[in-house]
Each structure stands twice: as structure tokens, then as C-alpha cells.
């Protein structure tokens, strides 16, 4: 197992387009998380699954955000109807016990 | 809620040690984190430390944690050209054993030859 894995690395779409993101994380680990990250900032927690289960998200989700972990392996994160606003490296994490571990994050581009 | 506070920017000489500080607020943080993030890629865990310890060495890493002050520091022995990055603390609230982190703004340590 190399880590987590995130998938596309980069994405360019116009805005008002939806886009779904992957992340396939360590096989082992039991959590999941995914983050936001703008340009100068660090990333910003968004949602959480322990399993399948998604156990907690952020006021920063909006409702055109979504997250799904069918069989507790690997995530996807959808936005529907892009704004630029959106535009951010979206970042992927798994853990155990207390260490996280991240992706390589995409890039997404709202044009 | 919680907030974790870096300074921005650090430059020091190859071979000097460089110190990276960080304050943060909630004091029921039970694991706190030194991430480092190069140009256009994730976030490598470098170091972490649990609540109860003043201090955790790493080969050239040392954490040192300051409880009554809320202060976090990372030094880095015999800074080297790729130690060039954005360094991240963070930290996750009581009963949160990873993954849930706060972040702060990252500090951009430029090591110059």
C-alpha cells in the first residue's frame, strides 16, 4: 500500500458544473477525513466517516457539498453547481489510531 | 472555537537550527502535530506529541511543548536546502486520536545556502 490516493490530481471546470472527487485511503485505516485548503491557509476541516458512517461535518459544507463512503473504503466528494469560491486544493485523509495521513490533495480550478 | 496561531515566515542559513513556534487555544488538545507541505503536493506528518509531554525528539526534530502557555515549537537541526517548505502545527481536540485537526496558516521556512 503506498497511501492514500486521491483522484483527479487537477481539475478545471466552469462554473455551475458539478464535480466528484475520490479518495482511496490506506487500506486498514477505519477514518476518513476530507479538508479544504486555499492559497496562504491551512487546510480547513470539511467532513469525517468512521467506517461508513459519516459522523460529523462543517458549517463549511454547504448543501452543495456531499460525501459518501459506501462499505467503509474509499470516499468520493461531489459539488454540484461549482462557484468560484470553490476554487481550493481539496485534501484527503485516513488514520488508525492518531496519525493521519494525507493525500496529494486536488486542485480545483472554477472557471 | 479553536484557533492556532504561526508566524509566517522564517529564513535561516544551511546548517543553522531553525525554531518554528506556534500558540493555540483550547487547552483540551490531546495530540499535537507538525505537518510539512512542499510546493503543490499533501501534507507529510513530520513529528507529533502527546499532551502530557514537555518534550519528543525525532532524529533532527525536536518538539518542545509549553502546557501553561498553549505554545508548540519545532526546532530543526542542521537545517538543510530540502527542508525548504511550509510547516504546519495542528492539533485535535480532547478524545480525537487523529485526523480531525485545526490548522494553522503555516510558516514558509526558506533555507538559504
Known amino acids: 500500500d503506498t497511501g492514500v490516493s486521491q483522484d483527479p490530481r487537477h481539475k478545471i471546470t466552469k462554473r455551475g458544473q458539478n464535480v466528484t472527487f475520490r479518495c482511496d485511503p490506506i487500506?486498514?485505516?477505519?477514518?476518513l477525513y476530507w479538508y479544504r485548503q486555499t492559497l496562504g491557509q491551512g487546510p480547513e476541516f470539511l467532513t469525517y466517516f468512521q467506517n461508513e458512517a459519516q459522523l460529523e461535518k462543517s458549517r463549511l459544507l454547504s448543501d452543495r457539498f456531499s460525501a459518501e463512503r459506501p462499505k467503509g473504503s474509499f470516499s468520493t466528494l461531489e459539488i454540484q453547481r461549482t462557484e468560484q469560491g470553490d476554487s481550493a486544493m481539496y485534501l484527503c485523509a485516513s488514520s488508525l489510531e492518531k496519525e493521519a495521513f494525507f493525500g496529494q490533495g486536488t486542485r480545483l480550478t472554477v472557471v | 472555537g479553536e484557533d492556532v496561531e504561526q508566524s509566517l515566515f522564517l529564513s535561516v542559513r544551511e546548517g543553522d537550527s531553525s525554531v518554528i513556534n506556534c500558540t493555540y487555544t483550547?487547552?483540551?488538545?490531546?495530540?499535537l502535530y507538525w505537518y510539512k507541505q512542499e510546493p503543490g503536493a499533501g501534507l507529510q506528518l513530520l513529528t507529533y506529541?502527546?499532551?502530557?509531554?514537555d518534550m519528543k525528539q525525532d532524529q533532527r526534530l525536536t518538539v518542545l511543548l509549553n502546557k501553561k502557555d498553549k505554545h508548540l515549537s519545532l526546532r530543526i537541526a542542521d537545517t538543510q536546502t530540502g527542508d525548504s517548505a511550509i510547516y504546519f502545527c495542528?492539533?485535535?481536540?480532547?478524545?480525537?486520536?487523529?485526523?480531525?485537526?485545526?490548522f494553522g496558516q503555516g510558516t514558509e521556512l526558506s533555507v538559504k545556502p
Open positions: 487500506s486498514e485505516h477505519n477514518r
Open positions: 495542528a492539533v485535535s481536540g480532547r478524545g480525537n486520536q487523529g485526523g480531525k485537526l485545526i
Open positions: 483550547d487547552s483540551s488538545s490531546t495530540y
Open positions: 506529541i502527546f499532551s502530557n509531554m
